[in-house]
């Protein structure tokens, strides 16, 4: 056991060794993201803007289409989302909500069709290795990015939930750095759906 870990922890140090510049900014921006996220600070989605655009260049590089196309809708997105909180922020109403029941399933139901679509047009059209984790992953990017858009509380749930998947797929595509990054952002997302989840009840009360 111990031997696999140190086995483990040399083969991510030396792909750290071997980071990009390009890989280094996006990791820095990304990271500074998503903590103004989790604080509810406008600022997250110029930051953002700006990690998107290395991303989506990084992920066309190591074949993750996927990934790479999510990139340029999680651009749009951000604009959309820095116009929608300026206009909340203006009207110093910022109001976080909580999807109900019928609303889970259906966007369950909605969240895997559009997975294994992904999966199959990644698997049929394009060269990738991994073509349902990365559609999967997509997928789940895809909904819970327009979730944040709009302050949905559950947003942060299926951000857990895509970057524990995320995590083992960098490591095996020899972006240990974006595995990390990751890491860091499963722990973030955690912290944002609870300080969301407290700002939601207490508006409620």
Known sequence: MIFCQSSFLQ???EQLLQTSALEW?????GFFCVYLAARQNILNWPVAILSILAYMVLF?????????????????????????????????HKPIVSLRRQEYVVLTILTAI???????????FTDTDVPYIDG???????????LMTRKV???????????IFYVPLY?????ALTAVLYTLYLVLATMGYLDWRRTWKQAIQ
């Open 11 to 13: 083969l991510v140090w």
């Open 153 to 163: 509380l559950q947003s942060w749930i299926l951000w857990i939930i895509v970057d």
């Open 25 to 29: 900014f996006g990791t820095v921006t």
């Open 114 to 124: 559009l997975s294994f679509v992904l999966g199959v047009f990644l698997d049929k």
């Open 60 to 92: 066309y590089q190591y074949k993750l289409y996927g990934d790479a196309a999510l990139q340029f809708y999680f651009f749009c997105t951000s604009i959309y989302g820095w116009y929608y909180w300026s206009k909340l922020k203006e009207s110093n």
């Open 136 to 146: 999967a992953c997509t997928a789940i990017s895809f909904v819970a990015q327009l």
């Open 171 to 175: 490591l095996y595509k020899n972006l």
